[in-house]
């Protein structure tokens, strides 16, 4: 239990600086695409790579949230319930948040079919002709990469919600009392 809780502060620390990181390339490709139409020399793929690198960062950082527990959340029910059933709430919501994580998962997995990939020795074009999946050929419109890699976020985010979710959980049913982390200047 100890490796998987440190597994999980680890990764959630490299997401943390992950987003952050993104946050200030999102910012320096915001302000240079503002520069470059200012000037009458737009550059087209910055809107792009913006856009990606947003998503990543959203997905990165919601991860780091729901392992810190500092979601968004309407504590009126929970004010008014003893702390008993405050704690059952609690171990209700991360179950909640582990069943969403493992449906992520599974659904991920229909949807990028690695096993059937594999099994078309990694050629794509089997691949498509077999399942008709074409995740994998769909190219960016300026960028030119295949939006599959853009598209990793999501399975990225569902493994490790799987394992920030079920410390949390372990964490609500042996654990010390369910509270919110608190970061510290």
Known sequence: MQLLRKLSSGVAWLECWLAALL?????????LNVISRALGMAIYWVDEL????????TFLATSVVIKRRQTLSVTLLPDLLP??????????????VLLFA?????FCIIWFD??????SGWDVQAFQMDTFNFIYAEST???GVKKFWIWLAMPWVALTLVLHASIN?????FG???VAVQETA
């Not at 493992?102 to 599974?106: C, E, Q």
């Not at 959980?169 to 049913?173: E, G, I, R, S, Y």
Request: proline fraction near 4%; charge should be negative.
């Open 50 to 57: 913006a856009i990606y690198a947003m998503v990543w960062m």
């Open 23 to 31: 946050a200030g390339v999102i910012s320096v490709l915001i302000l």
């Open 141 to 143: 419109n300026t960028l």
């Open 83 to 96: 702390d008993s059933a405050r704690r059952w709430l609690g171990v209700f919501s991360d179950l909640m």
């Open 169 to 173: 959980l372990m964490d609500a049913l």
């Open 114 to 119: 690695p096993v059937t990939l594999f099994q």
């Open 102 to 106: 493992v449906l992520l998962v599974y």
């Open 176 to 178: 010390e009392p369910v």
